[in-house]
């Protein structure tokens, strides 16, 4: 029994009230002593790494502090409001037990404001006071102005004024009203631009105001120690608004080297706290995906029964009424190449690839793109020209590339550089089947290309009852490089689909004709400072009654 306890009277004592109150108090004190608790501690932590997903990021935070023996609430405050509770972990060294995590959202703990939240209010009320200042002196002079013309009115009822009274009088009115006047125009062009100026930084703290201030959370731990004792505790949470995007920037030397690829990543995040020099990993998993397997529910054939239901409408339904289940929702880094294999680490699992950043990064909370380089290597190549002239008079670059599935590539945007120019942006589609991946480097304004009707070939006759066409065209390709280079051509012969619409094929210069799609296909190798010429015809045959639309 703790002290104090005894001081009141046994059971079934009759008590005065000086004595009830003396116990009540006694009691009162002894059940605070044996339940009073610490209050709860606010930990000092930080951010130390994060694995940034395609979508989201797992945050790790660390912490360290001293507990007395008993229970001890432990604090992290002001995480992000969007903190996924059902992803939060809390590991701890030391001789403690962890009692208990209870997680909270804040919506009336203000937060720190941001800094450029600050910038922008001191900005605005900088201009709020110059504009006081302004409609002061505004004020004043208008007063001016309402007093010269109150007393426009010179000498008395009955007292006249002099000439030289009367044009002394009207010179000072006529200057300073005009002063007066000149003065408040001034004014009211400077109030205009003070109001402009302070609804355009209104404008923005208002969207800042909208990013940052949203509501906090805090994780809260219990612990419980048998004696004073120091800890450490790692918390780490999930987050939506935050991630990574992959980049590239594909560069050629020329087209007798290998094709060297930068592979970045954008990372963006909008979480509310910064993250600062910390150590970043930047996964291709999901952590919100589950790896439950789906399961097959009962496919249920019926027979359909058609009746009429008025006039001659008819429907369809179902002899039972069988419902199946439903289914179940199921700013860039410039390190130099060996610098760089030292600074990532690359883990490639059997569904997700992760990179790990070991130079400390910096992301700010703005919702902003940064850009973090991952690797970088040469992927050989074999460059290919590419000409569809009947469509554009330009050849394509094109570098294709075989093995690139063992490299770990994701899809993505690249900037496209050859021969050190940049010649446009492209997408890396790296979830195709094939084998060999197509990387299109941009137009080469340095193969010359023409595409000309032979019009004393073409022709048409009548024979019969049938109408034939004849059709004639010569493709010149012209190779102003200083090296030979590789050209696929591609032109096309138009494919029948009616039975009396007869296509036959008088020349291809040696092109490979597909039959079904009417593609003609030249590969052709074309010299420096040459010029090579490929002629190709056809003849179409059809009732001469008829007309052909697209002919």
């Not at 002894?30 to 797992?58: K, M, W």
Request: proline fraction near 4%; aromatic fraction near 8%.
């Amino acid at each position: 029994m703790m002290a104090g306890v005894e001081d009141c009277p046994p059971k079934n004592y009759f008590l005065n009230n000086q004595d009830m109150k003396k116990c009540l108090i006694v009691l009162f004190l002894a059940y605070t002593t044996l339940h009073a608790t610490e209050q709860p501690r606010i930990l000092s932590s930080d951010i130390n790494e994060v694995e940034a997903f395609l979508s989201g990021a797992i945050v790790k935070r660390n912490a360290k502090a001293t507990v007395d023996a008993g229970v001890t609430e432990l604090v992290f405050e002001k995480l992000p409001g969007t903190i996924n509770q059902n992803n939060i972990g809390v590991t701890g060294t030391g001789d403690a037990m962890i009692l208990s995590v209870v997680h909270r959202l804040n919506y009336l703990d203000p937060e720190k404001k941001n800094p450029e939240i600050k910038k922008l209010e001191s900005i605005l009320d900088s201009l709020n006071r110059n504009l006081d200042d302004l409609l002061d002196v505004k004020s004043v002079y208008t007063e001016e102005q309402n007093l010269i013309l109150a007393n426009k009115s010179i000498g008395g009822q009955n007292t006249g004024v002099t000439f030289d009274n009367l044009e002394k009088m009207a010179d000072f009115f006529r200057k300073r009203l005009a002063d007066v006047k000149d003065k408040l125009t001034g004014i009211k062009y400077k109030e205009k631009k003070l109001r402009e100026e302070m609804d355009k930084y209104s404008r923005q703290l208002a969207d800042k105001n909208a990013r940052y201030s949203k509501p906090t959370s805090s994780v809260t731990i219990t612990v419980s120690a048998k004696t004073r004792t120091s800890i450490n505790l790692e918390l780490t949470y999930f987050v939506p608004d935050a991630g990574w995007k992959p980049m590239y920037d594909l560069r050629a030397k020329d087209s007798n080297n290998p094709l060297t690829v930068n592979f970045k990543a954008d990372v963006f995040q909008n979480t509310g706290e910064d993250w600062d020099k910390v150590n970043l990993t930047l996964s291709t998993g999901n952590p919100t995906s589950g790896g439950n397997k789906p399961e097959l529910t009962p496919w249920y054939l019926d027979f359909v029964t058609i009746y009429k239901a008025s006039g001659n409408n008819y429907r369809a339904m179902p002899s039972a009424a069988i419902e199946a289940p439903a289914m179940p929702e199921s700013k860039v880094m410039q390190e130099e190449i060996s610098t760089l294999k030292d600074m990532i680490t690359e883990n490639s699992g059997r569904f997700i690839a992760s990179y790990t950043i070991s130079a400390p990064y910096t992301i700010p909370s703005d919702g902003k793109y940064y850009s973090a380089e991952i690797k970088r290597f040469e992927m050989p190549a074999e460059y290919t020209y590419f000409a569809v002239p009947k469509l554009d008079k330009d050849a394509f670059l094109a570098a294709r590339s075989t093995g690139w599935g063992e490299l770990n590539l994701l899809p993505g945007e690249a900037n496209v550089y050859f021969e050190g120019s940049f010649v446009g942006a492209t997408f890396l589609n790296t979830v195709s089947t094939d084998d060999t991946l197509d990387i299109s480097l941009g137009r080469d304004k340095r193969i010359i290309i023409e595409r000309e009707k032979n019009k004393d070939v073409t022709g048409s006759g009548i024979f019969g009852g049938n109408k034939t066409r004849q059709f004639s065209y010569t493709i010149s390709l012209r190779n102003i490089r200083k090296e030979s280079v590789k050209l696929i051509l591609e032109e096309q012969i138009p494919v029948s689909k009616q039975k009396d619409i007869d296509v036959k094929v008088l020349e291809l210069s040696g092109g490979e004709l597909n039959a079904e799609t009417g593609k003609v296909t030249w590969r052709i190798d074309l010299p420096s400072s040459t010029t090579v010429k490929k002629a190709f015809s056809f003849s179409v045959k059809y009732p001469k009654d008829k007309t052909i639309s697209n002919l």
